[in-house]
């Protein structure tokens, strides 16, 4: 059965022109005397190319070609064929709405391994073509960790003194004895796989969570939460030790909030994880921010800046001296565009000094310091040591207090050239904020060049963006003009398995530049409402977050409802 069907389809590969009929002849050939599929064959003695193949099956057999390198597919889906199915007709189980299944398969025509899936699952199955290699290396890389973990949870289930239960009205530890038990095999390699699969799926953050009577770990991708693992309850407190123990934290103080750091090496690249404790109803909720230098953009051309927003940022980083701000909630992309404008003007001839709390990244020729506030060492003592450090840039965390503001205004009007983030909505409320501090109004207006708003929004997945029908009211509401609204086409991604069914992949920032010119710096003195500030802002060019919204939106890159949920309207 197998021969007739290599037969049909090189029968098919020679009538498109593909192989010739010699070639044919020498692949089956090859297939008879070492067996294996014939389209690997060709592929191996290079008479054809992989896409090409892939392609050619796509459009033969009816179905779409599927790239499973770009594909991040959930366990609970893997978990529906079980491996040696899987490796047996070489598919991999890729997606799941309602009563169907998608499976990607080297041979769409192979209706013995459809069957079987069928009768096993008792799902509908909708075949996709993707190539060997790619359903080989998706095969190693979920199944291998699914049948870990279940090694894990079965070791744990079976053998219950391999794990160190606390119980709340525990008064005493024995912490040489808890520290040996957490040591045990089951709980370390549970914490590892979760500490890797969050690095592969490329979460920003791993949060690790006890209720009254469920424990659950869940990832942060994309600034969206999911839910990955449900560990047994009896490993709440094992698991919470071991991420103390790898942080260096107390695994006996259960009562007061701990904040580590753990550096690991996962194949062959260092991430550090920021590791947050915080004793919460039913156990202590850990969360670890996963800092992977890997993934940091560092060119700021490619961050997401309008043209005009770009060159007015270039322009203030390239000051002599003076203060650029950067503005937004937590998590919105402040350190990466930091870290980015360090990278730009870090040349042989320049000493940068900064001030973090944490570092997240070490950058070459950069001198970090890392805050220390329980021994004096807070963003106010370091500023006044950097001055005595002959430095020409100074990178500030963040200003949080009116002293620490001062000496950054200082050093600024002083011949440095001085960075900083502050936690405000927008660039104009910033000068207000600095106001409010105690910085006197003409010192804010002689120091500051510019002032960087930002906000994160998620990117429409570019694999199943559809276009989607809006009323042109909508439009306008959101703040295109009446021409543009009749225009302009908001994406909206269906769901695929490269964006797990959300419709999103990957983030884009929006920034909103505001240049602190003469006429700015005169409503500073006047005592001008940031409104005010605001306004004028936009008479000379300065897009506002809400408008740089509203261009990716032209661009095909994010959604209006993501716009409009993340800016308030101009």
Same mark, same amino acid.
């Given at each position: 059965?197998?021969?007739?069907?290599?037969?049909?389809?090189?029968?098919?590969?020679?009538?498109?022109?593909?192989?010739?009929?010699?070639?044919?002849?020498?692949?089956?050939? $090859?297939?008879?005397?070492?067996?294996?599929?014939?389209?690997?064959?060709?592929?191996?003695?290079?008479?054809?190319?992989?896409?090409?193949?892939?392609? %050619?099956?796509?459009?033969?057999?009816?179905?779409?070609?599927?790239?499973? &390198?770009?594909?991040?597919?959930?366990?609970?889906?893997?978990?529906?064929?079980?491996?040696?199915?899987?490796?047996?007709?070489?598919?991999?189980?890729?997606?799941?709405?309602?009563?169907?299944?998608?499976?990607? $398969?080297?041979?769409?025509?192979?209706?013995?391994?459809?069957?079987?899936?069928? %009768? $096993?699952?008792?799902?509908?199955?909708?075949?996709?073509?993707?190539?060997?290699?790619?359903?080989?290396?998706?095969?190693?890389?979920?199944?291998?960790?699914?049948?870990?973990?279940?090694?894990? $949870?079965?070791?744990?289930?079976?053998?219950?003194?391999?794990?160190?239960?606390?119980?709340?009205?525990?008064?005493?530890?024995?912490?040489?004895?808890?520290?040996?038990?957490?040591?045990?095999?089951?709980?370390?390699?549970?914490?590892?796989?979760?500490?890797? +699969?969050?690095?592969?799926?490329?979460?920003?953050?791993?949060?690790?969570?006890?209720?009254?009577?469920?424990?659950?770990?869940?990832?942060?991708?994309?600034?969206?939460?999911?839910?990955?693992?449900?560990?047994?309850?009896?490993?709440?407190?094992?698991?919470? &030790?071991?991420?103390?123990?790898?942080?260096?934290?107390?695994?006996?103080?259960?009562?007061?909030?701990?904040?580590?750091?753990?550096?690991?090496?996962?194949?062959?690249?260092?991430?550090?994880?920021?590791?947050?404790?915080?004793?919460?109803?039913?156990?202590?909720?850990?969360?670890?921010?996963?800092?992977?230098?890997?993934?940091?953009?560092?060119?700021?051309?490619?961050?997401?800046?309008?043209?005009?927003?770009?060159?007015?940022?270039?322009?203030?980083?390239?000051?002599?001296?003076?203060?650029?701000?950067?503005?937004?909630?937590?998590?919105?992309?402040?350190?990466?565009?930091?870290?980015?404008?360090?990278?730009?003007?870090?040349?042989?001839?320049?000493?940068?000094?900064?001030?973090?709390?944490?570092?997240?990244?070490n950058l070459m020729g950069v001198n970090q310091v890392q805050m220390k506030d329980d021994i004096g060492l807070n963003f106010a003592a370091a500023l006044r040591s950097f001055l005595r450090q002959d430095p020409d840039i100074v990178m500030v965390g963040e200003i949080r207090d009116y002293e620490t503001a001062e000496i950054a205004v200082k050093a600024a009007l002083t011949g440095h050239l001085v960075l900083s983030t502050l936690h405000t909505n927008d660039a104009p409320s910033t000068v207000n904020r600095l106001l409010n501090m105690g910085v006197e109004p003409f010192l804010v207006s002689s120091s500051v060049v510019l002032i960087l708003a930002q906000r994160l929004v998620r990117k429409v997945c570019q694999n199943c963006k559809k276009p989607e029908k809006l009323p042109v009211q909508i439009f306008i509401d959101a703040g295109f003009t009446k021409e543009e609204a009749v225009t302009v086409v908001s994406n909206r991604?269906?769901?695929?398995?490269?964006?797990?069914?959300?419709?999103?992949?990957?983030?884009?920032?929006?920034?909103?530049?505001?240049?602190?010119?003469?006429?700015?710096?005169?409503?500073?003195?006047?005592?001008? &409402?940031?409104?005010?500030?605001?306004?004028?802002?936009?008479?000379?060019?300065?897009?506002?977050?809400?408008?740089?919204?509203? &261009?990716?939106?032209?661009?095909?890159?994010?959604?209006?409802?993501?716009?409009?949920?993340?800016?308030?309207? +101009?």
């Open positions: 059965m197998a021969m007739a069907m290599a037969g049909r389809l090189g029968t098919m590969l020679v009538s498109s022109g593909l192989i010739t009929e010699d070639q044919l002849k020498q692949a089956l050939a $090859m297939q008879q005397r070492e067996g294996g599929r014939l389209g690997s064959i060709l592929v191996k003695m290079s008479f054809v190319p992989e896409d090409k193949l892939m392609m %050619f099956l796509s459009k033969q057999y009816g179905v779409p070609y599927v790239d499973l &390198s770009r594909f991040d597919i959930d366990q609970n889906i893997v978990k529906l064929i079980p491996a040696d199915v899987a490796q047996k007709y070489q598919i991999m189980p890729i997606n799941r709405t309602g009563a169907t299944i998608t499976i990607a $398969m080297v041979d769409p025509s192979n209706v013995f391994a459809i069957d079987d899936v069928k %009768f $096993m699952t008792g799902y509908n199955v909708e075949p996709v073509v993707a190539t060997e290699g790619g359903i080989k290396g998706a095969i190693g890389k979920y199944y291998s960790l699914t049948t870990a973990i279940e090694k894990v $949870m079965t070791a744990l289930e079976v053998d219950d003194k391999s794990v160190g239960v606390i119980h709340d009205d525990e008064e005493k530890l024995d912490v040489a004895k808890l520290k040996a038990e957490v040591e045990d095999a089951p709980v370390v390699k549970l914490v590892n796989l979760i500490l890797t +699969d969050a690095v592969q799926k490329g979460a920003s953050d791993i949060h690790i969570e006890a209720y009254e009577k469920s424990f659950r770990v869940r990832y942060r991708i994309d600034g969206s939460l999911y839910e990955v693992m449900s560990p047994p309850m009896k490993l709440r407190a094992a698991l919470t &030790s071991r991420l103390k123990i790898m942080a260096e934290l107390d695994i006996a103080e259960r009562r007061l909030p701990q904040d580590g750091r753990i550096k690991l090496k996962i194949k062959d690249k260092e991430v550090d994880l920021r590791v947050s404790v915080l004793p919460c109803l039913f156990g202590e909720k850990i969360v670890m921010r996963i800092l992977d230098k890997s993934n940091l953009m560092l060119d700021l051309r490619k961050l997401g800046f309008e043209a005009k927003a770009m060159k007015d940022f270039m322009d203030a980083i390239s000051s002599p001296y003076g203060m650029v701000l950067v503005t937004g909630p937590t998590g919105s992309g402040k350190s990466t565009t930091l870290y980015s404008a360090l990278q730009q003007i870090n040349t042989i001839d320049v000493n940068i000094m900064t001030a973090e709390d944490p570092v997240e990244y991604g269906e769901g695929c398995t490269t964006c797990n069914n959300t419709g999103y992949k990957g983030r884009v920032a929006l920034y909103e530049v505001m240049p602190v010119n003469e006429e700015i710096k005169e409503l500073i003195l006047q005592g001008a &409402s940031a409104i005010d500030i605001k306004k004028s802002s936009i008479k000379t060019g300065m897009q506002t977050l809400r408008m740089s919204g509203l &261009s990716k939106v032209k661009e095909g890159l994010t959604s209006l409802e993501e716009v409009v949920g993340s800016t308030f309207s +101009d």
